[in-house]
Each structure stands twice: as C-alpha cells, then as structure tokens.
Nanobody
Framework: QVQLVESGGGSVQAGDSLRLSCGPSGRTFATYAMGWFRQAPGKEREFVAAMRSSGTTKTYKNSVKGRFTISTDSHKNFMSLQMNNLKPEDTAVYYC??????????????????WGQGTQVTVSS
C-alpha cells in the first residue's frame, strides 16, 4: 500500500508564503504525473496544480497562476507546492496526489492513483 505524506501546512496572514511537500512514506516508484488539489469547507475538491513527472508539462488553476509553483525532485518521487502571496480564498485542506499513468487530463482527479492525507492551509486577512 502506497502512502503519501504531506507537510508544510499552517496558518498565515494574507500575502505570506508557504511551501507544501509530499512524498512516499515507504518505497519509491515511477510516477507519470503529480498534482495538488484542495477542498474548502462546504465545497468540492478542486484542482490546483499538476505536472508530468518528466517535467515537460505543468498546469495551474487560473486563480493561482503566478503565485503557486509545483516542482519535483530529481528522482520524481517527492513534490512541492510553493505558494506565494497567499489570499484568504486559498484557505483549504490541500491534498497531493500521484498518477502511475492514464488518459485523463492532468486536472482530473480520476487520473490519480494515490492521495495524501491532506494538510490544512489557513490564510487570514
């Protein structure tokens, strides 16, 4: 059973930065894509950012473009989400996810095979 472990969440003020990290708790494995999703109270889970593990393609939710950056390490097993200029509307539980392969869009939750447990990000104004 693959487990993804997340870290880096917290409570910050608007305009601050946070960096979320995610990686497997046990064995490493080849991945096709990595992504970040979030879920705010009373709302459905939504796409935030994703990339092919090869690094050739990155995609972002429009509202986070220019503020968030997704990246991976050289072994393509650990991922990060650098979040700058945070806004109150970024408040949510953030989930990392990895895909072993598939035909779905990078923005589709169905593409992803494993998910992290979620980490809370709270941004106050």
């Amino acid at each position: 059973q693959v487990q993804l472990v997340e870290s880096g969440g917290g409570s910050v003020q608007a305009g601050d930065s946070l960096r979320l990290s995610c990686g497997p708790s046990g064995r490493t494995f080849a991945t096709y894509a990595m992504g970040w999703f979030r879920q705010a109270p009373g709302k459905e889970r939504e796409f935030v950012a994703a990339m092919r593990s090869s690094g050739t393609t990155k995609t972002y939710k429009n509202s986070v473009k220019g503020r968030f950056t997704i990246s991976t390490d050289s072994h393509k097993n650990f991922m990060s989400l650098q979040m700058n200029n945070l806004k109150p509307e970024d408040t949510a539980v953030y989930y990392c996810a990895v895909s072993l392969g598939g035909a779905e869009s990078l923005q589709a939750p169905a593409l992803y095979d494993y998910w992290g447990q979620g980490t809370q990000v709270t941004v106050s104004s």
